[in-house]
């Protein structure tokens, strides 16, 4: 496999309004997108922009909050109240491929490809695999033509 775009950094957080207060007041981000419910990932979400190229967007922060109980972020939130970085997600062009690959080398992989927050198929490595980071690994959006 090959090493693909930095898609976003994951930020778990007990409050997503005063992490995009955060975000806006002392980072100095432009809030263009609207907090959305994902239940069947048991989060709420709201993407942060930073600057790409050409007036695009580059690597985004995801800003992640526990929603209902089963929530996979309410431990994290246990452990840090205040929230912190979470996890890290790269792009790759097959997920299926991709998941053959960290299979045969032996990580464990969390559950089947599921639709994530982009829309496209995504997939989490368990962190003690892959050096302390929660890694997911989500399929690249395809532009239609
Ligand atoms: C918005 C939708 C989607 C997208 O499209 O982008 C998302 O990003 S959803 C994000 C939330 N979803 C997930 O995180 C799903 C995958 N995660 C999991 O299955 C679990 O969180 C986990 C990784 C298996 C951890 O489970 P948990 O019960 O919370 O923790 P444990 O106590 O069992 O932890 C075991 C071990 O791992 C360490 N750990 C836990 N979380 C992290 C982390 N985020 N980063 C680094 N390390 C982590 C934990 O400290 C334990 O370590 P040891 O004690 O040394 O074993
Ligand atoms: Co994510």
Same mark, same amino acid.
């Given at each position: 496999?090959?090493?693909? *775009?930095?898609? %976003?950094?994951?930020? #778990?957080? +007990?409050s997503?309004?005063? &992490?995009?207060?955060?975000y806006r007041? !002392?980072?100095?981000?432009?809030?263009? %997108?609207?907090?959305?419910?994902?239940p069947?990932?048991?989060?709420k979400v709201c $993407?942060v922009?930073?600057p790409?190229?050409?007036?695009?967007?580059g690597t985004q922060i995801?800003?992640i909050e526990p929603?209902?109980?089963? &929530? +996979?972020?309410?431990?994290f939130?246990a452990?840090? +109240?205040a929230?912190?970085q =979470? %996890?890290?997600?790269y792009?790759?062009?097959?997920? %299926? #491929? #991709?998941?053959?690959? $960290?299979?045969?080398l032996?990580?464990r992989?969390?559950?089947e490809? *599921?639709?994530?927050? =982009?829309?496209?198929?995504?997939?989490?490595v368990?962190?003690r695999d892959m050096?302390g !980071?929660?890694?997911?690994?989500?399929?690249?959006?395809?532009? #239609?033509h």
């Amino acid at each position: 496999m090959k090493l693909g *775009r930095l898609n %976003h950094i994951g930020i #778990a957080t +007990p409050s997503l309004e005063a &992490s995009l207060a955060y975000y806006r007041d !002392v980072m100095g981000a432009a809030i263009v %997108h609207e907090p959305f419910d994902l239940p069947a990932q048991g989060v709420k979400v709201c $993407f942060v922009d930073t600057p790409g190229e050409n007036g695009t967007h580059g690597t985004q922060i995801e800003l992640i909050e526990p929603l209902g109980e089963n &929530s +996979p972020i309410h431990g994290f939130i246990a452990k840090n +109240p205040a929230g912190g970085q =979470h %996890h890290m997600c790269y792009e790759v062009p097959d997920i %299926h #491929a #991709a998941k053959a690959w $960290f299979e045969k080398l032996g990580k464990r992989v969390l559950g089947e490809p *599921r639709i994530g927050a =982009h829309g496209t198929p995504i997939f989490f490595v368990h962190p003690r695999d892959m050096n302390g !980071v929660l890694t997911e690994i989500m399929e690249t959006l395809k532009e #239609a033509h």
